[in-house]
C-alpha cells in the first residue's frame, strides 16, 4: 500500500478542524493538508448539535477576545466564504444574551462587565426594571442585576461548518473520509497516522480536531488530556407567545437557559453534575425536561406552565476537567502534536480564533491573538484557568 505524505494531518472535520486548514490555506495556499472524517454526516458530532450561541460575555480576556474576533469575521462570512458564487448563510441573529444576575453571581460579572468595556465590547449592566423590559415574561425572582450584551446571539453552526468546508475544498485540502485509529509516534515526534483500515497517513503536523473523541485519540499517541465527553441534552418547546420581536438569549443564574427562536419556539437547557459521561449514548429524555426543569422554568417565567414540548437532542460537551477551558497548542511530551480541545460547551463561537491560532502555531507564525493562557503546559503543571462558574454554554 502506498503512503501518503502531508504537511499537515487533521483528525476530526468538524468546526474546529475545518477553520484551521482554512487559515493554513490562507496563510499558505501551497500546503498540503489532510482533513479526516470518520463521519461526514456529522450525526454524533457536537458541531451541529451545537446551541449555535456566540457571547462577548466572558470573564477571562482571551475568550472575550476569541469572540470579539468571532463576531468580526460573521459580519464577513457569507463574502468569505462564498464557493462557486453561493454565498453561505450562518442565519447569525444577533437577538443578544441576557444574563440575569443574583446576590452570588453579581460581584464576579461586575468585574467581567468592566473588562469588556475595557476591551471595547458593547455590554450593558442593568437594574431589575431594565432587565423586566429586555424580558417582559420573566417575573424578576431572584434578580439583583443583569447584563445584556446586544451583539451576541445565535446562529446556524450547520451553516458555519458547511462553510470553511465547502472553502477548504475550494483552497485544496484533501477531505478524507476515514477513521484514524492511531496517532504515530518516533520518540517524541509525530510523524503520522495509522487508519482503521491499516493506510498509514505521513506528517510531522498531526491534529487533534477530535471533539468529544479527543481523549481516545491523544492516547492512542501514548499521551492524556483531560477531557471527557459529557451528554447535555436540549429541548424545543412551544408556547402560545407572539412576540413581534425575537426575544434574548436568557440565561438564569442555576444555569438555565432559555433560547427564543421565534414566534412561540423555545430552545431549553441545563447542564448537571450527574449528566452521563461517554460516547455511547445519544439519547434524548423528554423526562429530563419535565422532571428537572419544567418546574424550575415557570418559576421564573410563569407563562410556561402551559407549553409543547415539541422534540429534542443529546449532543456531546468536551468537557476539559481541569478547568473548562480550551486546551490549545502542541502537546508538551510529542512534538508536532497539536491540541484544540476540551472546549466545554462553548467551543463553537471560538473556532475562528482557534483554527487561526493552531495554523499560526503549526507554520511558526507570531500569533495575531495571543492565546498561550490556554497552553496543554498547564495541565502538566496542574495551573487551571477558571471562567466563571455561571456562564456555561
Ligand atoms: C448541546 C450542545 C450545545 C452547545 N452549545 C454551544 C453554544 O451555544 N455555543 C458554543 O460556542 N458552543 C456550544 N457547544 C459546543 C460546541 O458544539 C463544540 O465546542 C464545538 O462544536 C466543537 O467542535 P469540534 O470540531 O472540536 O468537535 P466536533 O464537531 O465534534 O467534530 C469532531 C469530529 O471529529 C470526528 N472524529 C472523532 N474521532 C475521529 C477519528 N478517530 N477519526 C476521524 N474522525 C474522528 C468526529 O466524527 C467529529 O465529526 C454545544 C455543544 C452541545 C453538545
Known amino acids: 500500500m502506498s503512503v501518503k505524505n502531508y504537511d499537515v494531518i487533521i483528525v476530526g472535520g468538524g468546526v474546529m478542524g475545518c477553520a484551521t486548514a482554512y487559515y493554513l490555506l490562507k496563510f499558505d495556499s501551497k500546503l498540503k493538508v489532510a482533513i479526516i472524517e470518520k463521519d461526514p454526516s456529522y450525526e454524533f458530532a457536537s458541531t451541529p448539535l451545537s446551541d ?3 457571547r462577548i460575555q466572558f470573564n477571562i480576556k482571551e475568550n472575550i477576545q476569541m469572540s470579539q474576533y468571532g463576531m468580526e469575521v460573521m459580519q464577513r462570512f457569507a463574502d468569505e466564504f462564498e464557493v462557486d458564487g453561493v454565498k453561505p448563510d450562518a442565519a447569525f441573529r444577533q437577538q443578544g444574551n441576557l444574563f440575569v444576575l443574583d446576590e452570588n453571581s453579581k460581584d464576579e460579572s461586575y468585574e467581567g462587565y468592566l473588562l469588556q468595556k475595557s476591551l471595547g465590547c458593547e455590554v450593558e449592566w442593568l437594574t431589575p ?4 423590559k429586555y424580558y417582559p415574561l ?6 439583583v442585576a443583569g447584563t445584556f450584551g446586544p451583539k451576541d446571539g445565535t446562529m446556524s453552526p450547520m451553516g458555519v461548518l458547511n462553510g470553511y468546508k465547502k472553502k477548504v475544498i475550494q483552497l485544496g485540502a484533501e477531505y478524507i473520509h476515514a477513521e484514524v485509529s492511531q496517532v504515530l509516534r518516533e520518540g517524541n515526534q509525530v510523524v503520522g497516522v495509522k487508519l482503521i483500515n491499516n493506510e498509514i497517513l505521513q506528517s510531522n503536523i498531526v491534529m487533534n480536531a477530535a471533539g468529544a473523541w479527543a481523549k481516545y485519540l491523544a492516547e492512542s499517541a501514548g499521551t492524556t488530556i483531560p477531557v471527557e465527553p459529557t451528554k447535555r441534552q436540549v429541548t424545543i418547546v412551544e408556547t402560545n ?3 413581534e420581536k425575537v426575544l434574548p438569549a436568557l440565561f438564569l ?6 433560547i427564543h427562536e421565534g414566534e412561540g419556539m423555545f430552545m431549553i437547557g441545563k447542564c448537571f453534575n450527574d449528566d452521563y459521561v461517554g460516547v455511547d449514548d445519544f439519547v434524548w429524555e423528554r423526562s429530563m425536561f419535565e422532571e428537572r426543569m419544567w418546574e424550575e422554568l415557570v418559576a421564573y417565567l410563569p407563562t410556561f406552565d402551559r407549553l409543547k414540548i415539541s422534540r429534542g437532542w443529546a449532543g456531546l460537551y468536551e468537557v476539559n476537567t481541569l478547568d473548562s477551558n480550551a486546551i490549545l497548542g502542541e502537546s508538551p511530551d510529542l512534538k508536532g502534536f497539536y491540541f484544540a480541545n476540551g472546549f466545554s460547551g462553548h467551543g463553537f463561537q471560538q473556532c475562528h480564533a482557534v483554527g487561526r491560532y493552531i495554523a499560526e502555531l503549526m507554520l511558526h507564525k507570531t500569533p495575531t491573538l495571543d ?3 490556554f497552553s496543554p503546559n498547564r495541565i502538566v503543571e496542574n495551573a487551571p484557568v477558571f471562567e466563571s462558574r455561571r456562564k456555561i454554554i
Open 52 to 54: 449555535g450561541n456566540m
Open 129 to 132: 426594571e431594565e432587565v423586566g
Open 138 to 143: 420573566y417575573n424578576l425572582k431572584d434578580c
Open 241 to 243: 407567545l407572539h412576540s
Open 253 to 258: 443564574p442555576s444555569g438555565l437557559y432559555v
Open 371 to 373: 492565546l498561550s493562557i
